[in-house]
């Protein structure tokens, strides 16, 4: 894709609607693990494959079911999430969750064009807010929306319609950047044109509903604005 300025791609684009996990920050890799550690006294083993295939982009308690149907495991969804929420939170007591590349970047020449920035996440805010004032992001978004706002979270629209009326902004002046497909169904299901990030778990996800594919934040901003 050749590069293509973004006042002529786009010349009423007003905002930009960014996923957390995966797009944001480079937390897959640390879900992946903590999900394996959730599940490890049942004596099984989620490998890539099987992350990127069925738990990519999903909340937690849709996780903890898959994970539940997949092994024949004997345990509730709601033990295995909470299991796998308090590993997250002892976690993020001592860590936090690292940027993916140029995601500081990015952000920050957004708000140099004026471009309105939101967060649009199906993780909870106690993960997210952490992990924004860490990175001295906490105040950069216009919007924040958490699946703790919703009753419906990604794959639903119901996150992004949310985040479009907070910003007082059409669909049409906005764009959603994402990594997996729940949260570009999430996306587009809110009229959203929706760009898809690559990253280590969404490598060969299914992007076709995206309006197109970068390699990363970096390529996104280069092909978008030029």
Not at 22 to 50: M, R, Y
Not at 136 to 159: G, W
Not at 165 to 176: F, G, K, R, S, T
């Amino acid at each position: 894709m050749a590069a293509v300025n973004a006042s002529r791609r786009l010349p009423t684009l007003q905002a930009i609607l960014f996923d957390f996990d995966g797009t944001l920050v480079d937390s897959e890799c640390i879900h992946f693990q903590l999900w394996n550690k959730a599940v490890e006294p049942h004596g099984v083993v989620i490998d890539e494959p099987l992350y990127q295939k069925y738990l990519l982009g999903k909340v937690c308690t849709q996780n903890a079911e898959d994970i539940i149907r997949i092994f024949s495991l004997k345990v509730s969804p709601e033990k295995l999430a909470l299991k796998k929420e308090r590993l997250l939170a002892e976690y993020l007591k001592t860590q936090t969750l690292p940027l993916t590349h140029m995601a500081a970047e990015v952000i920050t020449f957004c708000m140099s064009l004026n471009i309105k920035v939101a967060l649009v996440t199906g993780s909870n805010r106690a993960s997210v807010i952490p992990t924004l004032c860490t990175h001295n992001l906490q105040s950069s978004f216009d919007c924040i929306v958490t699946r703790d706002d919703v009753m419906h979270t990604k794959p639903a629209p119901e996150s992004y319609l949310k985040a479009l009326a907070q910003l007082q902004l059409p669909a049409d002046q906005c764009v959603a950047v994402e990594d997996s497909a729940n949260g570009i169904k999430s996306a587009t299901g809110a009229g959203l044109k929706c760009f898809a990030v690559r990253n280590r778990f969404s490598d060969d996800g299914d992007f076709i509903s995206a309006d197109a594919v970068f390699n990363s934040l970096g390529d996104f901003k280069i092909q978008l604005f030029g």
